[in-house]
């Protein structure tokens, strides 16, 4: 299954990375963020049951070998261990990497004090107090079984009162859609895939998206904050993204949320529209692949 799914999640990596920014033009940052549905997908279609064999309308494509039968099953169990030994070697790495830094940001960050909680909830009462962490990678996002949103100590002093509650809608927004846990499995399919090119192609490219998607939700039910918005994220000290962290700024992202603030969005029934056609899309992908394994 592995084999069968490496070629599908190359596919639908590439796929993503050339038609994210059309479809972000076409259809907006949510539909071109979805797009990286695709990948997960096609991870997952190898070990999806097979269909039914009325539903196999395409030819199942047999892979064809100049060896003799007898030498094939040699070759491939002389060639597997070393395979997965070599893809330990970097995996390791990689993931205690991942956790190292998770668990440092767990154990650096500490609860607000209490002036500055009961300031803040006045300034926003939808505010979670038990989310809340005082870090100095703050602002930011860190997935937890209960995601958290990092704050600096000098919250209060970098930001004004403006500059304070469109950040904090920021962070929200990315709590309520969840995307702590979307970042941290992008960094573990990293992990998983630090062998492959595209993977470190498209990790930057993956997190833009989560945010451009983020600064388009929160403008679109408050368009009049848009110069207030991109003064503040003109103000900000940025900061280099951090494995399983959603920083409010990384200085590569700066142009591209600019530009899309000062860009025209498309409107409710395009947006729609693209997040149908990428519906259409996934399923379509699942028939076609799943017709194409199936009996010949």
Not at 66 to 82: C, F, G, K
Not at 244 to 258: D, G, H, S, V, Y
């Amino acid at each position: 299954a592995i084999s069968h799914a490496l070629p599908l999640v190359t596919v639908a990596i590439a796929l993503v990375l050339l038609t994210r920014r059309p479809v972000r033009r076409g259809f907006g940052a949510g539909p071109a963020f979805a797009l990286w549905a695709l990948p997960l997908l096609a991870a997952t279609l190898p070990w999806l049951p097979a269909p039914p064999v009325h539903w196999a309308v395409l030819p199942a494509i047999h892979a064809l070998s100049d060896a003799s039968p007898a030498a094939s099953p040699i070759r491939a169990t002389t060639s597997v261990p070393w395979l997965g030994l070599a893809w330990l070697v970097g995996a390791l790495p990689c993931l205690s990497r991942l956790l190292t830094h998770y668990l440092r940001l767990r154990r650096q960050s500490c609860h607000l004090p209490g002036s500055m909680t009961e300031a803040l909830l006045h300034e926003m009462n939808t505010l979670d107090p038990r989310r809340l962490r005082l870090h100095p990678a703050g602002p930011a996002v860190l997935w937890a079984p209960r995601s958290l949103l990092l704050l600096p100590p000098d919250f209060m002093q970098r930001f004004d009162a403006t500059g304070r509650r469109l950040v904090l809608r920021h962070e929200l927004t990315h709590l309520r859609r969840g995307d702590a846990l979307w970042n941290l499995l992008a960094e573990l399919a990293g992990v998983l895939l630090w062998f492959h090119p595209l993977m470190w192609l498209a990790l930057p490219r993956f997190r833009l998206d989560q945010e451009l998607a983020c600064d388009e939700r929160v403008l679109r039910h408050s368009p009049q904050d848009e110069a207030g918005y991109a003064q503040t994220l003109l103000h900000s000290a940025s900061m280099s993204p951090a494995p399983a962290l959603i920083p409010w700024l990384a200085e590569p992202q700066l142009k591209e949320r600019l530009t899309m603030i000062q860009r025209h969005r498309p409107g409710t029934l395009r947006r729609r529209i693209g997040y149908l056609a990428l519906a259409t899309l996934l399923a379509g992908g699942v028939f076609v692949v799943q017709a194409s394994s199936g009996p010949s």
